[in-house]
């Protein structure tokens, strides 16, 4: 049964997320720099320099590949996952498609990336890896926990 | 000695020989889709039947010397009862060797891996074969 998913471009990579987990696409100009938030969002401890405002609420974005350069074209990707919700750049969110269900990510491989993908889509005949979006944001912890 | 058959192929400056009843299949490398972050010796992945993918390795890369050519040629052997892949340069054929004729000997080169992965060297018709024990090669 094909499955919904939203399509990024992440540098030269083409990249999946399920459906389901996306709470909203914005763009990149949303960002904005933590001096300038209004003095009571709670912004903690954290180092993050850029937050965005997503349905009434500010977090913090992070970016999902730090290698990979923000353009013109850059999006702020807002995702929810175990009851949170995290905010990412991402080079450009390419659509929303449906494709097969996910094969495993090959277990040889994990050990030769430290990026996490929970499986691998087929999208017309070709292969595009899916983010483990529970992975993604243990690497890099602290999310909004909701209202 | 009895007789064995392997797939011979060649990377680098290297033949290689491996049993065959350990090779799946050798296919086209034309189409490896790279893995984000992915590090050495791992190249990506390529579609494979019912598994969805394999991961392709770079058999050069692992055995502890530079891939400096890509190779064109994807080898396709069991590793873990999960289907892996290794590049090379070029499909030899498929030889016998005859436990009265050809002689097998100790490994002595330049080339690394994981223990039980290079099993010595096949000499037959005057040519000299690695002989891998390709199950073995992704060993840590």
Redesign the interface.
């Known amino acids: 049964m094909p499955e919904r998913i939203v399509l990024l471009k992440?540098?030269?990579?083409t990249?999946s997320l399920p459906f389901d987990h996306v709470d909203e696409i914005l763009g990149a100009d949303r960002a904005v720099a933590r001096d300038n938030l209004p003095e009571e969002v709670p912004t903690g401890d954290g180092s993050g320099e850029l937050w965005v405002s997503s349905r009434e609420r500010w977090l913090q974005v992070r970016e999902f590949?730090p290698e990979i350069e923000r353009s013109r074209n850059s999006q702020i990707i807002v995702i929810t996952c175990e009851g949170s919700n995290w905010a990412f750049f991402v080079d450009q969110v390419l659509g929303i498609e449906t494709a097969s269900p996910p094969?495993?990510f090959?277990?040889?491989?994990r050990p030769?990336?430290?990026?996490p993908?929970s499986?691998?889509r087929?999208l017309k005949?070709?292969?595009v890896?899916e983010l483990d979006l529970s992975r993604l944001i243990s690497l890099d912890i602290r999310g909004d926990q909701g209202d | 000695m009895t007789d064995r058959r392997f797939i011979t192929f060649n990377a680098g400056e290297h033949n290689f020989a491996v049993p065959i009843e350990e090779v799946r299949e050798v296919v086209s490398s034309s189409s490896i889709l790279p893995v984000p972050g992915g590090k050495k010796p791992l190249l990506g992945i390529i579609p494979y039947r019912e598994e969805g993918v394999l991961p392709v390795f770079s058999l050069l890369e692992i055995l502890g010397e530079p891939e400096i050519q890509a190779g064109t040629l994807i080898v396709i052997a069991d590793h873990d009862e999960a289907p892996i892949g290794f590049t090379v340069q070029g499909l030899g054929g498929i030889i016998t060797a005859s436990g009265s004729e050809d002689q097998t000997k100790s490994y002595e080169g330049e080339l690394e891996g994981p223990d039980g992965a290079i099993t010595g060297i096949l000499e037959k018709a005057g040519e000299e074969y690695v002989l891998l024990e390709i199950g073995q090669v992704l060993s840590v």
């Open positions: 992440m540098g030269e990579h990249l590949l094969h495993p090959p277990e040889a491989a030769y990336t430290d990026f993908f499986g691998v087929f005949g070709q292969p890896l």
